[in-house]
């Protein structure tokens, strides 16, 4: 167990750090080049964590290319600038406005998608609309959590999603229909709670006469126009997929590299650019860390949690989940929501109560946001930052997530009784 901890811990320490000229998929890697060389995990579990993974992994690639496309033909501004002027002028009604497009984006386009893509848009905008630092701290910070805590509503909505979806066996539908209610109680109580926390900062009036027209900064009007049926047709065909049991990936993956080809037949991208520039790292972080993870594993942590379960369980059904969706979210605060995922997985497959994966889902969703290592989205959506000279600490972090989240997740959690 000291050595399986060890490595994870040394692991996740340089994925938080990420000095330079060192990636994240190449960190993992190494811990779990480190785990098999220890005798931590075997090839065996390597197979194993990939048969696991693999689907997340390349659905999640999918989401980001299609991500990168629509973003090139100005789709994101686009709504950016449609949910700005919306607000007519009013600071918080704006501010309701972009947590509800963050939501939106999150949902179709995952919780990295959103850290990634539309995070620097925002970013951009409040900076034409001269808004001062303590506003475009409120507007990043709330756009910056909506992006997790509105990522559960479809299975494509997160990595955790697709990966808890695949090794209990839910399918699109079910999962779908199971957390809609959950979805809809955490942009309800994020929405409510973040405007609490942050109203003093949020202006009420804000200029958009100064905000260009929509049209203005779509790139590719014929694309922009067949992007609204691609994305049709490919939800449609997560159902399909669904009634036939297809692996997601199949259509994230797959329609993100049918719309890549048309985009450009269309002129509106440069197909090897994109590819070359998706996140491919991810992939290798994923098994990378999953690896590292199973080391845990395999030490006797997941025996361990399953105890923890049984004794809540003990308490009743409601203590139960909300016990659960907790345990969840410290886990994923203080080791990252990617890890715990799979661990809490295991654990709840030990107890055979596997309702409780929502739960699952829900506090590695929102328990991330109490710290600023707690997921992927949150250490990409710093870096974006970062590159964009923003710098935001982890005591200003940790002094917003801290009091958010735990009222949000409740809430969310309610919604699963």
């Not at 989401?63 to 090139?72: A, F, G, H, Q, W």
């Not at 409780?356 to 590695?364: F, K, R, S, T």
Request: charged share 10%.
């Amino acid at each position: 167990m000291i050595l399986a901890v060890t490595i994870f811990l040394i692991t996740l320490a340089f994925v938080i750090w990420q000095p330079k000229g060192l990636q994240i998929g190449t960190t993992a890697v190494a811990g779990a080049v480190a785990a098999l060389l220890f005798g931590v995990v075997s090839f065996g579990d390597v197979i194993e964590v990939t048969s696991i993974v693999w689907d997340a992994t390349l659905a999640f690639i999918g989401i980001i290319l299609l991500s990168m496309v629509l973003d090139e033909i100005g789709f994101f501004e686009w709504a950016a600038i449609k949910m700005a002027r919306l607000s007519r002028g009013s600071g918080h009604l704006m501010f309701v406005n972009i947590l509800l497009l963050g939501a939106l984006v999150a949902a179709f386009f995952a919780n990295d998608g959103a850290a990634l893509i539309l995070t620097p848009i925002l970013l951009a905008k409040m900076r034409y609309l001269k808004m001062d630092p303590k506003a475009i701290f409120a507007f990043l910070m709330a756009g910056g959590f909506i992006g997790d805590s509105a990522s559960n509503p479809l299975v494509i909505s997160n990595l955790t999603n697709i990966v808890t979806a695949n090794y209990f066996d839910i399918g699109f539908v079910e999962y779908m229909i199971k957390m809609f209610f959950p979805n809809t109680l955490s942009i309800i109580a994020s929405i409510a709670v973040l405007w609490l926390f942050f109203k003093k900062s949020i202006p009420s009036r804000v200029s958009i006469d100064t905000l260009p027209e929509a049209s203005s900064v779509i790139k590719n009007e014929k694309m922009f126009k067949i992007s609204w049926w691609f994305l049709a047709f490919l939800l449609a065909g997560y159902f399909i997929g669904d009634m036939f049991d297809l692996p997601v990936s199949l259509f994230a993956l797959g329609g993100a590299l049918i719309f890549l080809y048309i985009a450009a037949r269309y002129r509106a991208t440069k197909p090897i650019m994109t590819i070359k520039t998706a996140p491919w790292q991810v992939v290798w972080f994923s098994i990378g860390l999953y690896v590292v993870v199973f080391g845990l594993k395999n030490a006797g942590l997941t025996d361990e949690i399953a105890l923890w379960l049984n004794y809540l369980k003990s308490y009743g059904r409601d203590t139960y989940i909300i016990g659960t969706g907790f345990l969840s979210a410290i886990l994923s605060s203080v080791m990252n929501n990617m890890p715990t995922i799979m661990v809490m997985d295991l654990a709840i497959d030990k107890t055979g109560d596997t309702f409780l994966a929502y739960a699952n889902i829900l506090g590695c969703n929102l328990g991330p946001k109490m710290t600023p290592i707690g997921s992927l989205a949150t250490l990409l959506w710093l870096h974006v930052l970062a590159k964009k000279g923003v710098n935001i600490g982890w005591g200003e972090y940790m002094k917003v997530g801290l009091v958010v989240t735990p009222p949000v997740l409740l809430v969310s959690l309610l919604g699963l009784l």
